[in-house]
């Protein structure tokens, strides 16, 4: 009896070393491991570009100065995401503007939201015309589902994504799942949050409140 008493009480132990642990290496991880950061680089240049072309190449576009990163408030925009966001990281993280060329009045918001938990968020591109619907959308960064899972970053469901939000002003997530056929409930809640939060700080950068 007193073995058993003793062995659960070096369990409980371990397990308690193990969680402190684990603790600190996270706190260490957030702390100094660098965090993703927006910027207007050939990537995002490229991904706009094909969403709302300029008429010109990426690399001219961004040489030129067909788009530019506006600069807001930091402390206004990370307000504005802790009232607007469904989970914690959900997030607005940068909002850009066509400036010259074929689209230029354009705005393109760069949104995170989370899909699957223990997933990094989703990074969505979302672009909006000046009467604030959208003109199309595309995937920055993801690492929701692997092919065959019916996911909503399968190539055919996000073909009938980019269809179904064209000139839309609001979304949700059961329109996404009945007009593109997929299942991955979490990754669809998160674009949808995404593309809503985009949505939403539209009006507050036009209006200057950001």
Same mark, same amino acid.
Request: proline fraction near 3%.
């Given at each position: 009896?007193?073995? *058993? !008493?003793?062995?659960?009480?070096?369990?409980?132990?371990?397990?308690?070393?193990?969680?402190?642990?684990?603790?600190?290496? $996270?706190?260490?991880?957030?702390?100094?491991?660098?965090?993703?950061?927006?910027?207007?680089? $050939?990537?995002?240049?490229?991904?706009?570009?094909?969403?709302?072309?300029?008429?010109?190449?990426?690399?001219?576009?961004?040489?030129?100065?067909?788009?530019?990163? $506006?600069?807001?408030?930091?402390?206004?925009?990370?307000?504005?995401?802790?009232?607007?966001?469904?989970?914690?990281?959900?997030? !607005?993280?940068?909002?850009?503007?066509?400036?010259?060329?074929?689209?230029?009045?354009?705005?393109?918001?760069?949104?995170?939201?989370?899909?699957?938990?223990?997933?990094?968020?989703?990074?969505?591109?979302?672009?909006?015309?000046?009467?604030?619907?959208?003109?199309?959308?595309?995937?920055?960064?993801?690492?929701?589902?692997?092919?065959?899972?019916?996911?909503?970053?399968?190539?055919?469901?996000?073909? $009938?994504?980019?269809?179904?939000?064209?000139?839309?002003?609001?979304?949700?997530?059961?329109?996404?799942?009945? *007009?593109?056929?997929?299942?991955?409930?979490?990754?669809?809640?998160?674009?949808?949050?995404?593309?809503?939060?985009?949505?939403?700080?539209?009006?507050?950068?036009?209006?200057?409140?950001?």
């Amino acid at each position: 009896m007193k073995n *058993s !008493v003793k062995n659960t009480l070096r369990c409980v132990l371990v397990l308690s070393v193990i969680s402190v642990v684990c603790v600190a290496l $996270l706190a260490v991880a957030n702390r100094f491991l660098p965090k993703y950061k927006p910027s207007l680089d $050939l990537n995002t240049v490229t991904l706009i570009n094909g969403m709302i072309p300029s008429g010109a190449d990426a690399q001219t576009a961004l040489d030129e100065g067909y788009y530019e990163m $506006l600069a807001l408030d930091e402390k206004k925009l990370a307000d504005f995401n802790k009232s607007n966001r469904a989970e914690a990281n959900n997030a !607005v993280l940068a909002v850009y503007k066509a400036v010259k060329g074929d689209s230029a009045g354009t705005y393109i918001v760069e949104a995170q939201a989370q899909g699957y938990a223990g997933n990094d968020p989703i990074v969505m591109l979302t672009a909006i015309d000046e009467s604030g619907a959208i003109i199309s959308v595309v995937t920055k960064k993801q690492t929701e589902n692997s092919p065959g899972t019916n996911g909503i970053f399968e190539d055919k469901h996000f073909a $009938l994504l980019v269809e179904y939000v064209k000139g839309k002003t609001d979304i949700d997530s059961a329109g996404i799942s009945a *007009s593109t056929g997929a299942t991955s409930g979490y990754s669809i809640g998160g674009v949808a949050n995404a593309i809503s939060i985009s949505l939403k700080v539209i009006p507050e950068v036009k209006g200057g409140k950001l």
